[in-house]
């Protein structure tokens, strides 16, 4: 037996601060359980005090969470490889930014972030909602505690991050290459945000179950965080999908792969709740489906861990792989999201409706886009789990492809983007659709043009080019129409509009910026869906061909270069438009001896109005064969969602929910138009 | 008498929720006829031939020294434990890909010969396309350092 003697004591140094880390995730775990349990006594035997635990309680389990994500991203940033997961995740040569992003970037990691994420959550409604009915809040923190102490208890008893290693190796074992990567580093933490601030929605809603009282207030209060929990699902699906198109080299950007959709189904939901609490809020009508809506977003959110963290389906993205994890992960999936849908059963038809409205009204145009969305997200989720029902009952193995998915979920996304302007013009209670239509007009013109143009211009082309853009510009037009009749809804002075402008409420702002991100993002999909053109060739430098009716590639050479932590095999084109040079492109296949992975280095020339995207493959004695793509309008589609991610945190500004907040108590006069 | 105008409401969200139903069935439907692909071994390529045109997931082994590179792309063998097909691919192969490893390909199969339209290999170290080590698990050929 060896004994590395130096290393134990170099290690021993940073174990204590690792050992604190563990213990103060078993505090955590306490804090959460008393945070859980004494607060509904008190709720059921009227004790103030004892409902008030739960302030002091979500803070020291916050502070005690994050001493423990800050006691393994120590050991990680020290690269302490007597940690079993820095040892298997790290490498001492890797850039400081991804031994920070290799926290997370495996699964024990990623689960204390998610309990991080859980308990800031908790902690931020703790303090911003002082002004909240003390019932409410204590009920709704207590579910919130629930739900962590149920992922407390499956880090300590599953997926200790904290567990050492003896012998200490020398190196840590790195990390795959392909999460080297800005995108990546940061998709998780976006995605967790989003992800878990949908769970206090869902404990809002349990809450009020409990109390039985669902009100204008209670909408107000959960509108806030849900709309944050959105504009981080966005922000951290955009950011995944950016990066499956720059670094996977695939060429695509979205695959339908069933971590993609476990993502995707819980930011459809999330937007139907968003709106329909605006109905609740403003209308006091729909309150059983927002209710509903609540706790359907968190469970898929939960599913969508489930998915991510089991493994139980075949895909691409699936890192890890354990099945005791994922039946922990069921079971809690099925507590809450089965216990909550058995109080809503149960309470739900006692909560009475109100707020009459007309068949044409604002209320029937969000009913609508709550029920596409909803039925967008169960076609979604038929074909992500259909795979894994086909192998349990008729033991078959077959896979569900994009195809399914764009013939059964667009047509739902492309009928409510084609009903948003009239719906978003409507008004409340009572409106004419006939008039609505009038009022956009120019929109609708615009877009018929549009649409007819490009159907001439493309000449027999797919439908989506088409029928894409004309949704795109009616949308477009659509926002524009209303947020213009909104500050200038009759002939007034330049400086009346100019500051009716700056007087528009958040929301408004908020409302126009989301659905015209919308827009862009429609516009982008249907043309690189439309039009994109691919063309594979096996070629050697000195070729010259065109990739498109614009565009053509040189290949001026092939070479073999060294970098930082790797060795690539690297070509240099010179893009040409119209025969004039405009870039040079670098792709590269480049090979991590650490790890022994090859990874494919896509080289994007971007453009605002189209990407030109190249990728090789292994050198050859006949050649290298070449894939290059003319994407029109990629960017489009990243720049859509930062747009509504935008329009999102500008809504959040709105005084409504600082004055729900309590933080400011002055009156004011809605600005209305 | 206000019971009456939020019946109706009712009765028309109903209607409009059934129609929408309707639609997304018929839309499933539709969309499983396209985008529901098959796994097969090669065996089981052998035993019954797929109707042809029919767009499937063939998974396997890449056979030991039966890639070779041409001008119109890349040929090499799928096998399992009895037989292997020939596979057919005009594009760039994932980085992962090796003789000896684990592969999935998407593509149909005519005449003897499977064209790809995608080829997928192991995604990492560790990680075996799972539809091909749970078939190898079955016919006794799986090694567990192929991982999972």
């Known amino acids: 037996m060896v004994l590395p003697g130096s290393s134990v004591t170099l290690a021993a140094r940073w174990q204590v601060t690792v050992e604190l880390g563990h213990f103060a995730l078993i505090l955590a775990f306490l804090c959460a359980l008393v945070q859980c349990t004494i607060p509904l006594i008190g709720t059921q035997r009227g004790w103030v005090s004892w409902m008030r635990v739960v302030a002091p309680a979500s803070f020291a389990q916050f502070i005690l969470t994050a001493l423990s994500f800050a006691a393994l991203t120590n050991a990680f940033i020290q690269s302490d490889f007597s940690v079993s997961l820095v040892a298997t995740n790290s490498h001492s040569a890797k850039p400081l930014l991804y031994k920070l992003s290799g926290v997370w970037g495996n699964h024990e990691g990623s689960m204390l972030l998610w309990v991080l994420v859980l308990s800031l959550f908790s902690c931020l409604v703790a303090v911003f909602g002082r002004q909240l009915p003390v019932h409410l809040k204590s009920l709704t923190l207590a579910v919130q505690a629930a739900v962590s102490s149920a992922f407390f208890a499956f880090i300590l008893f599953t997926s200790n991050p904290f567990e050492r290693r003896f012998p200490v190796p020398f190196e840590g074992a790195g990390l795959n290459p392909l999460l080297q990567d800005p995108g990546l580093a940061f998709h998780p933490p976006f995605l967790y945000m989003g992800y878990v601030g949908l769970s206090v929605s869902f404990s809002f809603a349990v809450a009020a179950l409990l109390r039985g009282r669902v009100d204008a207030a209670w909408a107000r209060w959960v509108r806030p965080w849900t709309l944050a929990s959105w504009v981080f699902l966005t922000i951290g699906i955009a950011l995944g999908s950016w990066w499956a198109y720059y670094e996977l080299g695939w060429g695509g950007w979205w695959f339908w792969d069933p971590v993609e959709n476990a993502s995707f189904m819980p930011w459809l939901f999330a937007t139907a709740l968003l709106h329909s609490a605006t109905v609740t809020e403003k209308r006091e009508a729909l309150r059983n489906w927002t209710l509903l809506l609540a706790i359907l977003a968190f469970s898929f959110s939960l599913l969508g861990t489930f998915l991510v963290r089991s493994g139980i389906i075949t895909s691409v993205h699936t890192f890890a792989s354990d099945p005791g994890r994922g039946i922990f992960i069921l079971a809690i999936l099925l507590v809450f999201s089965g216990g909550a849908l058995c109080l809503y059963g149960w309470r739900g038809a006692s909560m009475v409706p109100s707020g009459a409205f007309a068949a044409v009204s604002r209320e029937t145009a969000l009913i609508a886009n709550n029920l596409l969305l909803a039925v967008a997200a169960i076609v979604v989720f038929l074909g992500t789990f259909w795979p894994l029902a086909a192998e349990l009952i008729f033991g078959r ?55 007819v143009a490009v159907l001439i211009y493309q000449s027999g082309g797919p439908v989506v080019g088409w029928l894409g853009m004309a949704i795109a510009v009616w949308l477009a037009g659509g926002v524009l129409i209303d947020f213009w009749q909104r500050v200038a809804p009759r002939r007034q002075e330049l400086g009346v509009t100019l500051r009716r402008v ?40 000195g070729d010259h061909y065109q990739i498109s009716g614009q565009y053509g590639l040189r290949f001026e050479r092939a070479d073999t270069v060294a970098g930082p932590n790797y060795r690539a095999q690297q070509a240099e084109f010179t893009l040409l438009a ?47 064969t070449v894939k290059a793509y003319v994407k029109p309008l990629a960017n489009w589609i ?9 329009g999102g945190l500008v809504s959040l500004t709105d005084r409504r929910y600082r004055l729900a907040a309590g933080q400011r108590r002055t009156s004011f006069v809605p600005a209305q138009g | ?12 969200l109903v209607l409009i929720a059934a129609l929408l139903l309707v639609a997304a069935v018929s839309l499933v439907g539709y969309g499983f006829r396209d985008g529901i692909a098959y796994f097969r071994l090669p065996t089981d390529v052998i035993n019954e031939t797929p109707r042809p045109g029919e767009l499937f997931r063939l998974g396997g082994l890449v056979a030991e020294g039966s890639v070779v590179h041409g001008s119109g792309g890349v040929e090499f063998e799928v096998s399992d434990e009895h037989h292997s097909i020939k596979v057919a691919f005009a594009g760039i192969l994932p980085d992962l890909f090796a003789e000896g490893q684990g592969v999935v390909a998407l593509g149909r199969y005519q005449t003897g010969v499977f064209t790809a339209t995608e080829v997928l290999a192991k995604h990492d170290e560790t990680y075996m396309p799972k539809e091909v080590a749970d078939a190898l698990k079955e016919q006794g050929l799986f090694k567990p350092a192929d991982g999972l």
């Open chain 1, 638 to 646: 990243w720049l859509g969602a930062i747009v509504m991610s935008l």
């Open chain 1, 502 to 541: 700056i007087g528009l409420p958040g929301s408004e702002w908020g409302k126009a910026l989301a659905h015209g991100g919308l827009a862009i993002t429609i516009a982008g999909i249907s043309a690189i869906t439309a039009w994109e053109t691919e063309v594979i060739r096996t070629s050697n430098p």
């Open chain 2, 1 to 12: 008498m206000q019971v009456t105008p939020r019946k109706q409401l009712r009765i028309r």
């Open chain 1, 397 to 451: 193995t077959l896979s569900v492809g994009p195809p399914f998915f764009n013939i059964a979920v667009t047509p739902f996304l492309a009928a409510l983007a084609a009903i948003l302007p009239i719906g978003a013009a409507l008004p409340w209670k009572r409106g004419a659709i006939t008039v609505v239509l009038w009022r956009m007009r120019m929109a609708l013109a615009a877009s018929l043009l549009s649409g």
């Open chain 1, 578 to 624: 119209d025969g004039e040079p405009v870039a040079q492109l670098f792709p590269e296949r480049r090979f991590y001896p650490a790890s022994g992975m090859t990874t494919t280095e896509a080289a994007i020339d971007m453009g605002f109005l189209r990407d030109v995207y190249v990728v090789i493959g292994d050198p050859q004695p006949s050649g290298v």
